[in-house]
């Protein structure tokens, strides 16, 4: 079984490139900068009190890990999004589309592409990671699960990329609408979250005052499961979970309106990144299916569908 | 080989192609013309599978288009109106990914592109940048990864635009070796006179319908004919005149001092029936020739004809 045809070529060709060269450096400097500021601080700490608190340990775990999903976040967009435009921007993939490649080979050959990176990020900064096994406490099952967070994460995001750079003609337009929807879907979703909740309130609140409770019974209803798309409370809920917390939820359950109880919210990793790895192979499926001229009979690019919606 | 039945696309609601039959033979060198926004390269389009057609029927080596798109993109070879170049690829390593693309690899795939590159003249360029080469240079490129999977049929959407006098010339030398091979060619242009060098059938296309197609020879003859026969005689005019006067296939005859211009509606035999008449009569012909059919008259006639009816409709 050969590798992949588009994938081979992504390779050979990226490894030409020095901007990969150049954001994985950044990527892992800005790590390697947030782990060893953290360890100095702790330091610092045990020579003034002379007492190592293992709780600051955690901590620094909990930076890197963040910091290491926040640069993800930011990164996976821009590796993605450029991968059909990039094709349509050298006017090759209408040559892809009529060799004997399928367009979901296609899609196939961009999505290990951009996976391999990541896993190339991932895996560059496990010397980083690594400072946190020096003092204990984290187990490598604990790293394993925030690893499949972090891959789950990336895979959803490789999709919205994906998605959008088959959708829109111009890289630079598919980088900007790629970042919009990570941005909507990490805080759009929670301050959707807090508006309802903070709706619902007013209403308690006016009831209560007649009864004279508190009103701790607010929630946002239906709106919470939008956080199953999340994959930041995702990664908050697993930190959360393995920093010995009863519920995966309970730290932000009362901030954003969550149930912390109830069938979904008691298995709420795991329904979270089920639901997430799902929308990414059905965005993936999306995109071959968006580059397949076969599939859309009026194929048009949306530029002139809109010009000829214009004129009619 | 390729048969093309009332293929018609709108683009909203602009009629690209309507009703448009084409047939081409197996082994021809078929030269799609028209001019600019006729439909060529929608047609082309559809016939590698990257545009659908709203209705009309394709088929290919027998199989419809529709129905086997897959089988039938392995029969084609596409070079488009563009060149299709990645930056970081070097000349072979571009040739080896479009082979991997079609299950090529290995030492296979690398013989198969060294033997192409030879074939366009690039050989000395494999380890060139694609981005780097030259317009000329890139279109071969173009042409030798169409020929990657040893495609049937070869489908060329104006080659030769932007190419200067040489690099054309090398271009059509190449087009006619793999013809020669054995290779239908397809070639698409809005520049008629270069295509009637090389062409071995034609199609000229105008506003998304055929407006004349048929083997070239035809085609000139029925240009030809309507072109008038050019006689130069060194003496004896009045009697070549006489001659003339008589025969059953002259319509009219203009006389330039010993230059005749006849307007001859008769085919070879005829003309080479006349020249006998002359000749019998001692009449000295130094040139009896037809003026050369222009295509790009024809060309001109068709198209012009088309729109003095467009007109009409209109009016
Ligand atoms: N994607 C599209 N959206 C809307 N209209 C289109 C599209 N593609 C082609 N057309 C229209 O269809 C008509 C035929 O276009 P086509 O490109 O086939 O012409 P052509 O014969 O190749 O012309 P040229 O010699 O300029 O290349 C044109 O009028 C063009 O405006
Ligand atoms: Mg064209």
Known sequence: MKANAVYRKEVKASSRSIRFSMALMGFNGILAAAALINMYSLLYQVRTTAEIQYSGLLEMYRIVAAVEFALLLCVMPAIASGSISGEREHRTLDLLLTTQMSPRQIVWGKLMASLGDMFLILISSFPVMALVFVYGGVTVKDLFIVFLCLVTTALMITGIGLYCSAVFQRTVLSAAVSYAAVVLLVGGTVAANRFVLGLSTMRWNSYMNQIGSVASQATSGGFQYLLLFNPAVTFYSIIREQSGSRNALDGIAGWIGLHSEGWIADRWILVSLCVQLVSAVLLIRGTARWIDPASRKRRMPAKSFWRNRKKN | ?315
């Open chain 2, 1 to 315: 080989m390729l048969k093309i039945k009332d293929l018609t696309k709108t683009f909203g609601r602009y009629h690209a192609l309507s009703g448009l039959n084409m047939e081409v033979p197996e082994g021809s060198l078929y030269g799609f013309v028209g001019p600019n926004g006729a439909g060529k390269t929608t047609t082309i389009k559809i016939l590698c599978g990257l545009l659908m057609p709203d209705s009309g029927s394709v088929e290919i080596c027998g199989m419809d288009i529709a129905e086997r798109p897959r089988e039938i993109r392995g029969l084609i070879g596409y070079v488009p109106d563009y060149f299709g170049v990645y930056e970081n690829l070097k000349v072979s390593e571009y040739m080896e990914f479009f082979a991997s693309c079609y299950g090529l690899y290995g030492l296979k795939a690398r013989r198969r592109c060294t033997a192409l590159l030879e074939q366009t003249g690039l050989e000395e360029k494999t380890e060139f940048y694609v981005d780097g080469l030259s317009r000329g240079m890139k279109q071969r490129l173009c042409l030798a990864r169409a020929m990657i999977h040893d495609p049937q049929i070869l489908i060329m959407d104006e080659p030769t635009s932007g190419m200067d006098p040489r690099s054309r010339f090398d271009f059509k030398e190449i087009i006619r070796e793999l013809n020669e091979q054995g290779k239908t060619i397809l070639i698409s242009s809005h520049l008629l006179q270069e295509l009637s060098e090389i062409c071995t059938d034609l199609g000229i296309i105008e506003q998304g319908r055929m407006a004349l197609s048929g083997n070239m020879e035809e085609i000139l003859n029925r240009v030809d004919t309507s072109r008038p026969l050019s006689i130069t005689v060194n003496g004896r005019v009045e009697q070549a005149l006489a001659i003339l006067r008589s025969h059953p296939c002259v319509q009219t005859i203009s006389v330039k001092d010993k230059e005749m211009m006849v307007g001859f509606m008769g085919d070879k035999q005829d003309e080479a029936q006349l020249l006998q008449q002359l000749v019998d009569a001692e009449v000295p012909v130094c040139g009896y020739s037809r003026v050369r059919g222009d295509l790009e008259t024809l060309f001109m006639q068709i198209t012009e004809k088309d729109e003095k009816e467009v007109l009409i409709h209109e009016g």
